[in-house]
């Protein structure tokens, strides 16, 4: 494994390949798309001025920005290219929100340093990825990604501790369980999010990388011994490997429909910033985990929408699996629909199915996602220790009673 650089060199041959369009036509949505691309040349300037003389819906525009999390890179190639160009009042709330990111970045990255010396004096390890390392890794600049919060992943038995350290500084967990639920919750489930009363940000502590039943990108007992160093806020800092991130993005992006572009744009750019991927590696990985069609996926997406140039045997590899054209097809039709018609339950499920590679795994998924009590669950009705199987009856019930309720509304009106 390679140690993270900052680098803009790109060492694979590109594929000559005409980037596809999005289904929306709007032209907000079409630069914010070319600002999202990692090219910084001459041709997408005059693209991102050509789009800029349409009469564009600015509280769209910025609203859509704010929804895909790339207020930061519309406000750094507009402002390099032509600030001019953009109307007053949407260009002062532009750059305050550019501000606004940058100062909550800064802020997060302290906490987020000090929370790390906290671990290291009681001698836990912890690894922090997305978020400031991330922004630091394949962005080069703290500013350039959003984030509201952070990630940190440490091993399952010291999950315990970290809590009680994390209530020293005033974190709290977001749903608390009572002490009778804390060991199910820890078996069933991957992580639990916490918030400082002071609004310093939120932690999601994680000792997994996924449920059960979905791909994890990583081989837990291996990845503590092959970290790399970054240097973050002048303090260094050891991360996953870039082709370990790599199939983590593509596994988070999938199993969220990618319904932000800066999850695309996380990919675009580490394959932009990080030359030397150990491609060999990381389709073995994918493979071994069951996890390469989200890895082509997210390869095929960021090709076709940003641009990202791929090496030929691997953008081969991403051409066999059939599945991934039609998955492809489905994000373009859902990165930018109406923000109320959000997936649900059911759509979100369908897009699992056809993501996930094997019968065996579709199994578990559809099991662990009507059966597997969630925290909310939990936290909703509160059940002692010897009656937690009933837990497996009341979420497929609570799940039914909800979407019973939607259909009806749909029916009858309001």
């Given at each position: 494994m390679h140690a993270w650089h900052v680098s803009m060199s790109q060492n694979v041959p590109p594929v000559q390949s005409t980037v596809r369009r999005c289904t929306s036509t709007r032209p907000e949505d079409a630069l914010l798309l070319c600002c999202a691309r990692v090219c910084t040349d001459a041709e997408r300037s005059e693209r991102i001025r050509a789009l800029l003389q349409h009469d564009l819906d600015w509280e769209y525009l910025l609203s859509m920005a704010q929804r895909h999390a790339l207020i930061p890179l519309l406000f750094r190639h507009l402002n390099t290219t032509c600030p001019e160009a953009v109307p007053s009042t949407p260009w002062q709330q532009l750059r305050q929100r550019f501000h606004s990111n940058a100062r909550r970045n800064l802020s997060l990255t302290g906490e987020l340093l000090k929370l790390l010396r906290l671990l290291a004096t009681h001698n836990i390890p912890a690894i922090p990825f997305k978020g400031p390392v991330l922004a630091v890794a394949v962005y080069g600049d703290l500013t350039l990604r959003q984030f509201v919060d952070l990630d940190l992943l440490v091993q399952p038995q010291a999950v315990l501790q970290v809590k009680t350290l994390l209530r020293t500084q005033g974190y709290q967990a977001t749903l608390?369980?009572?002490?009778?639920?804390?060991?199910?919750?820890?078996?069933?489930?991957?992580?639990?999010?916490?918030?400082?009363?002071?609004?310093?940000?939120?932690?999601?502590?994680?000792?997994?990388?996924n449920r059960r039943s979905w791909p994890t990108p990583l081989e837990l007992e291996r990845v503590w011994e092959g970290l790399v160093p970054v240097v973050v806020g002048g303090q260094e800092v050891l991360t996953f490997a870039p082709e370990d991130t790599l199939l983590a993005l593509c596994i988070h992006g999938t199993k969220h429909l990618w319904l932000k572009l800066q999850w695309l744009c996380d990919v675009a750019r580490l394959l932009g910033t990080y030359g030397s991927l150990d491609w060999e590696h990381a389709m073995a990985q994918a493979h071994a985990l069951g996890s390469a069609r989200m890895l082509y996926l997210g390869l095929r997406l960021a090709h076709d929408l940003l641009g990202v140039a791929l090496p030929e045997e691997v953008w081969r590899r991403v051409q066999t699996d059939p599945?991934?054209?039609?998955?492809?097809?489905?994000?373009?039709?859902?990165?930018?629909?109406?923000?109320?018609?959000?997936?649900?339950?059911?759509?979100?499920?369908?897009?699992?199915?056809?993501a996930l590679e094997t019968l065996?795994?579709?199994?578990?998924?559809?099991?662990?996602?009507?059966?597997?009590?969630?925290?909310?669950?939990?936290?909703?009705?509160?059940?002692?220790?010897?009656?937690?199987?009933?837990?497996?009856?009341?979420?497929?019930?609570?799940?039914?009673?909800?979407?019973?309720?939607?259909?009806?509304?749909?029916?009858?009106?309001?």
């Amino acid at each position: 494994m390679h140690a993270w650089h900052v680098s803009m060199s790109q060492n694979v041959p590109p594929v000559q390949s005409t980037v596809r369009r999005c289904t929306s036509t709007r032209p907000e949505d079409a630069l914010l798309l070319c600002c999202a691309r990692v090219c910084t040349d001459a041709e997408r300037s005059e693209r991102i001025r050509a789009l800029l003389q349409h009469d564009l819906d600015w509280e769209y525009l910025l609203s859509m920005a704010q929804r895909h999390a790339l207020i930061p890179l519309l406000f750094r190639h507009l402002n390099t290219t032509c600030p001019e160009a953009v109307p007053s009042t949407p260009w002062q709330q532009l750059r305050q929100r550019f501000h606004s990111n940058a100062r909550r970045n800064l802020s997060l990255t302290g906490e987020l340093l000090k929370l790390l010396r906290l671990l290291a004096t009681h001698n836990i390890p912890a690894i922090p990825f997305k978020g400031p390392v991330l922004a630091v890794a394949v962005y080069g600049d703290l500013t350039l990604r959003q984030f509201v919060d952070l990630d940190l992943l440490v091993q399952p038995q010291a999950v315990l501790q970290v809590k009680t350290l994390l209530r020293t500084q005033g974190y709290q967990a977001t749903l608390p369980l009572r002490d009778e639920q804390e060991a199910a919750f820890l078996r069933l489930h991957h992580e639990c999010a916490f918030a400082h009363p002071d609004g310093v940000g939120c932690l999601d502590l994680h000792w997994a990388l996924n449920r059960r039943s979905w791909p994890t990108p990583l081989e837990l007992e291996r990845v503590w011994e092959g970290l790399v160093p970054v240097v973050v806020g002048g303090q260094e800092v050891l991360t996953f490997a870039p082709e370990d991130t790599l199939l983590a993005l593509c596994i988070h992006g999938t199993k969220h429909l990618w319904l932000k572009l800066q999850w695309l744009c996380d990919v675009a750019r580490l394959l932009g910033t990080y030359g030397s991927l150990d491609w060999e590696h990381a389709m073995a990985q994918a493979h071994a985990l069951g996890s390469a069609r989200m890895l082509y996926l997210g390869l095929r997406l960021a090709h076709d929408l940003l641009g990202v140039a791929l090496p030929e045997e691997v953008w081969r590899r991403v051409q066999t699996d059939p599945a991934v054209p039609r998955l492809a097809a489905w994000v373009r039709t859902l990165l930018f629909q109406d923000a109320q018609a959000v997936p649900g339950i059911l759509h979100t499920a369908c897009f699992s199915f056809l993501a996930l590679e094997t019968l065996g795994r579709r199994s578990r998924y559809l099991c662990d996602t009507l059966l597997t009590p969630t925290t909310f669950d939990l936290a909703l009705v509160p059940l002692p220790t010897a009656l937690f199987p009933l837990y497996y009856a009341f979420r497929p019930l609570r799940l039914s009673g909800k979407y019973t309720l939607r259909l009806l509304q749909r029916l009858l009106g309001p």
